[in-house]
Nanobody
Framework: QVQLVESGGGLVQAGGSLRLSCVAS????????MGWFRQAPGKEREFVAA???????EHADSVKGRFTVARDNAKNTVYLQMNSLKPEDTAVYYC?????????????????WGQGTQVTVSS
């Protein structure tokens, strides 16, 4: 079993930055892929970024150049550094994990999910 807890969300002004954290317990990060997804009210959950245990990363086109995913296995933690935030980034951000070494953008491929952390970006 893997348990995930997100933190770091909040209210920021457009152009500002936030750093989300996701702490995992129950299993080490080794050989696992961690992902970030987000969901705005009335919208589908969408892929944001993912990172494998070997630190191969992928970022959605909408966040490339602004968001960066990273991990620290010593702390069992994955991060999402969000810079140049826009109002359209407002959503609940979820951390997810899958027992695979291959990165994927498909939410259905992730077996474990956190409860989410709210990110609100004001105009």
């Amino acid at each position: 079993q893997v348990q995930l807890v997100e933190s770091g969300g909040g209210l920021v002004q457009a152009g500002g930055s936030l750093r989300l954290s996701c702490v995992a317990s129950g299993r080490p990060f080794d050989r696992n892929t961690m992902g970030w997804f987000r969901q705005a009210p009335g919208k589908e959950r969408e892929f944001v970024a993912a990172i494998t245990w070997t630190e191969i990363t992928e970022h959605a086109d909408s966040v490339k150049g602004r968001f960066t995913v990273a991990r620290d296995n010593a702390k069992n933690t994955v991060y999402l550094q969000m810079n140049s935030l826009k109002p359209e980034d407002t959503a609940v951000y979820y951390c997810a994990a899958r027992r695979s070494t291959i990165v994927t953008t498909m939410s259905g491929a992730y077996s474990y999910w956190g409860q989410g952390t709210q990110v609100t970006v004001s105009s």
